[in-house]
């Protein structure tokens, strides 16, 4: 069982110009049901070969229609329908997206249309038409919310929040503090705006420095569950258009992201953090505070960035260097270890041929 509603049926014809590709076996009117794995794919499903790695899967495959690249067409069976495009990957993920377009948001607990009574609005909020507030959910004075937005069970949203159109609010997420674009979805459990980390040390111990800034999130952002997000010091936290934020991040207070940066689970980005556009940080990451990125930086998983990146193109260790530099280290290290280990094992042998001769 699926839960998400499915769309079609699709027949060959319709999936081939989804999917940016040309029909080359198969008869066009042929209708396929459903999207699955190429080994659970049976005579009504769609599936993809891209890799050779899964030959062994294709081979025992009874798919409707497979899609594949030109290269690896020869592989598929000659009974099974054909559809060869430039990209299967993405030509397969448009077939998913045609079956089951809810698929890319949150769906609502309760299905609620408009206010849930048991949804808490204060009066002084202002919530264009469409917007759906599902129980539990927590409204607070002259926040403003944009047309088709949807406020999950448990959710607070704070008082002097903006939230754009079209956006999903996952359920016990909190919003404060915050001005959020369209089209944004927050998954369940998410903090935005709460207080930075600082602490000033005194006479009497440590004294709260205070984040008076907020945080800003722009248009087609995605942030995972449980991932945090603290509004700023004086000036504001910062997210940039189109950016991918994934589940258990800590952003930091003061922290300013490019457009389309994508961050990958465990990730921690300490305060006053600047990304480029197009970073991509390799899950675990760390990145120390006042630090910045350039745009087109790919930092690999584990890797602590110490300093700043001022070009483009892939770094890794720690701390982090240019992936070749690392990458050279990390074998020239590896060769001197088992260099001594043979050493090693080359002298115990020596000493033991040596007792045997005195025997």
């Known amino acids: 069982m699926s839960f998400f509603a499915r769309k079609g049926p699709f027949s060959l014809s319709e999936l081939a110009e989804l999917a940016g590709g040309s029909l080359e076996r198969g008869e066009a009117g042929r209708a396929i049901q459903d999207v699955a794995s190429l080994a659970e794919a049976g005579p009504d499903d769609a599936t993809f070969f891209a890799n050779v790695a899964y ?17 690896l067409a020869e592989n598929v069976a000659p009974h099974i329908p054909l559809i060869v495009c430039k990209d299967p990957v993405q030509g397969f993920e448009a077939l998913v997206r045609a079956f089951y377009p809810d698929a890319g948001r949150p769906l609502g607990v309760h299905e609620t249309v408009g206010v849930s009574a048991q949804a808490h609005v204060h009066a002084a909020a202002t919530l264009e038409d469409g917007v759906v507030v ?19 069970p448990g959710a607070v949203i704070g008082a002097d929040v903006r939230i754009g159109r079209d956006c999903s609010i996952g359920a016990n997420a909190s919003v404060i503090h915050a001005h959020i674009g369209d ?37 087609d952002v995605e942030i995972g569950a449980n991932t945090c997000v603290d ?10 258009e189109g950016s991918k934020i994934d589940n258990l991040v800590q952003v930091a207070h003061n922290v300013v992201i490019g457009r389309h940066c994508v961050i990958a689970g465990s990730c921690a980005l300490a305060g006053s953090v600047t990304f480029g556009d197009g970073v991509m940080l390799g899950g675990g990451a760390m990145v120390n505070n006042h630090v910045s990125v350039a745009s087109g930086a790919r930092i ?4 602590a960035v110490q300093n ?4 483009p193109g892939d770094w890794g260790g720690v701390p982090a260097r240019p992936a070749r530099e690392w990458m050279r280290e990390h074998y020239m290290i590896l060769r001197m270890a088992r260099e001594r280990i043979e050493a090693g094992k080359a002298r115990a042998g020596k000493g033991e041929g040596e007792r045997n001769d005195n025997d």
């Open 183 to 219: 089209r944004v979805i927050l998954h369940a459990g998410v903090r935005i705006g709460q207080d930075g980390f600082g602490y000033s040390p005194g006479p009497r111990g440590l004294m709260k420095v205070f984040h008076v800034g907020k945080v800003v999130i722009q248009n």
């Open 308 to 311: 700043d990146i001022d070009a």
């Open 300 to 303: 690999a998983a584990l890797s």
């Open 231 to 240: 509004r700023g010091g004086v000036r504001d936290t910062i997210v940039g």
């Open 55 to 71: 030959r062994q899967a294709l081979e025992g495959s009874n798919a409707g229609v497979i899609l594949t690249r030109a290269a």
């Open 134 to 152: 599902e129980a539990g959910a927590s409204i607070g004075a002259r926040a403003e919310i944009g047309a088709g937005t949807r406020i999950m």
